[in-house]
């Protein structure tokens, strides 16, 4: 018994010492994308390999600038943000309309909305950041797939198809950052749907820089359900180590699944993220500077504080679920503070009465 203790300590040693005399970026690798911008030859590049970009159907999804323009480090002033959530492209039709072959065209037309809307601002907001659950379809196979309609990932094809054709209507100049949400990679992410992900939207956590602002993507999947890909889940956790920041004006966190919706107390639910890893990660995220999280999941405006932290949940670009029409969030980003208004693309939550489908439509 002593001596497979003895020969278990000297193993676990050894292990230890392997990992603390690896250099950093060795550990670090698809981590963090600011560190890759900082290294050079082989590290570099291999940190860049790591990071994997969306496929050219997506142009303004390469926020290259973000990650290597070192002026986007520095504060030169106030600047505006897009931030919406759940365009999720298919859900009116087959969760709100309970239609037997749904399409997408309504969430088709209310992005395009914003998309429109935002093309004629001026000054352009930096950047549009979707929080999560671009598609509804899951990324699963029929066999994997126990909760929605059946051939998931086919119909999920499709409709990547749509969102890449809408967004290549977004002006050059405003760039796209997408969020993961369970319809992304799945309820439960396994290895195939995190494939699935980073084809079709890249990475799925790294952190980026703009006008001195750092932005954090997480991937909420791996808080909520920790052991569904436990090897992504620790990555992500060590990246988590690395938010803080003193250069940064600001540190701002996007995820998908809210880690409360009003207040961090309050009870599990389906919406939030369990408190015993809520509170735990809310006290993490306040020590390193977070002061604000921008969500989605939730359909509804929602949000709250703890301490200093803001937390906003913002209703859907697609299906309300609340008494929020579709809409999204402008976000000023000032000298002292954060602000935001939600701003509606619809008057109303009903859609039984929708037309917006009348450009695919059979019916007329
Ligand atoms: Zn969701």
New binding site residues.
């Given amino acids: 018994m002593l001596i497979k203790l003895g020969i278990l300590c000297a193993v676990i040693l050894t292990v230890a010492t392997v990992l603390v005399s690896l250099p950093e970026v060795e550990k670090n690798v698809n981590l963090d994308l600011n560190t890759a911008v900082n290294l050079t030859g082989r590290n570099r590049e291999r940190s860049i390999m790591e990071y994997h970009p969306p496929p050219e159907s997506l142009p303004s999804m390469n926020i290259t600038s973000f990650l290597e323009d070192p002026t986007e480090r520095e504060w030169k002033g106030p600047f505006t943000f897009i931030q919406g959530a ?1 365009t999720q492209f298919g859900m009116i039709d087959h969760y709100l309309l309970k239609k037997d072959e749904p399409n997408w065209d309504k969430e088709i037309a209310l992005t395009r909305d914003v998309i429109q809307r935002i093309n004629a601002m001026n000054p352009k907001p930096k950047f549009f950041v979707v929080c ?2 671009m598609l509804d379809a899951f990324p699963y196979t029929v066999s994997q797939n126990s909760r929605e309609f059946p051939g998931a990932l086919e119909l999920r094809e499709k409709q990547y198809q749509d969102f890449v054709q809408v967004f290549k209507e977004l002006v050059s100049d405003v760039k796209l950052v997408c969020v993961c ?3 992304d990679i799945g309820d439960t992410p396994t290895k195939e749907t995190l494939q699935v992900y980073k084809r079709q939207f890249g990475q799925d956590y790294f952190s980026f820089w703009a006008g001195g602002v750092k932005f954090v993507v997480l991937n909420s999947q791996y808080i909520y359900v920790p052991d569904a890909i436990p090897e992504e889940t620790e990555r992500q956790m060590q990246f988590m180590d690395g938010i803080a920041d003193p250069k940064a004006k600001f540190i701002v966190l996007f995820m ?2 809210p880690l409360f919706v009003e207040e961090p107390e309050e009870e599990d639910f389906y919406f939030n993220v369990p408190k015993e890893r809520r509170l735990q990660l809310l006290e993490k995220f306040y020590t390193a500077g977070v002061r604000y999280i921008f969500c989605g ?1 939730y359909h509804r405006n929602a949000g709250g504080r703890y301490k200093k932290l803001e937390l906003v949940v913002t209703s859907a670009i697609g299906a309300p679920l609340g008494d929020n029409p579709s809409g999204y969030r402008i976000v000023n980003v000032g000298e002292d503070e954060i602000s935001h208004n939600y701003v509606t693309i619809r008057d109303s939550t009903d859609f039984s009465n929708s037309n917006e489908d009348t450009s695919n439509s059979n019916e007329s």
């Fill in positions: 759940d999560g659950d949400g369970n319809h998908h699944i999941h």
